[in-house]
């Protein structure tokens, strides 16, 4: 599985940003697609996950604020970010796990500053 990631961006506080990943290769139906990123200097964290079958799971310091989604069909997932703080500056991975495998995007990098 390939994932290929866009999106990022600089942004100003407050602002808005929609990260897009397209998932390609041998897709199994039942997969879970998301989100995780890593700040500078910090570990990766998850951000926000989504199955196959639309149940979502988000950490909760982006609860509220962000929204996954994900078009089957397109075998591609969105993160669409709002309300975005200077914390939220990270490079953020596209994520993939079908069976035991799990596979990672390239990263894009969100920047938030004003």
């Known amino acids: 599985v390939q994932l290929q990631a866009s999106g990022g961006g600089l942004v100003q506080p407050g602002g808005s940003l929609r990260l897009s990943c397209a998932a390609s290769g041998t897709i199994f139906s039942i997969n879970v697609m998301g989100w995780y990123r890593q700040a500078p200097g910090k570990q990766r964290e998850l951000v926000a996950l989504i199955t196959s079958a639309g149940s979502t799971n988000y950490a909760e310091s982006v609860m509220g604020r962000f929204t996954i989604s994900r078009d089957n069909a397109k075998n591609t997932v969105y993160l669409q970010m709002n309300s975005l703080k200077p914390e939220d500056t990270a490079v953020y991975y596209c994520?993939?796990?079908?069976?035991?495998?799990?596979?990672w995007g390239q990263g894009t990098l969100v920047t938030v500053s004003s």
């Open positions: 994520y993939h796990r079908q069976i035991t495998y799990d596979f």
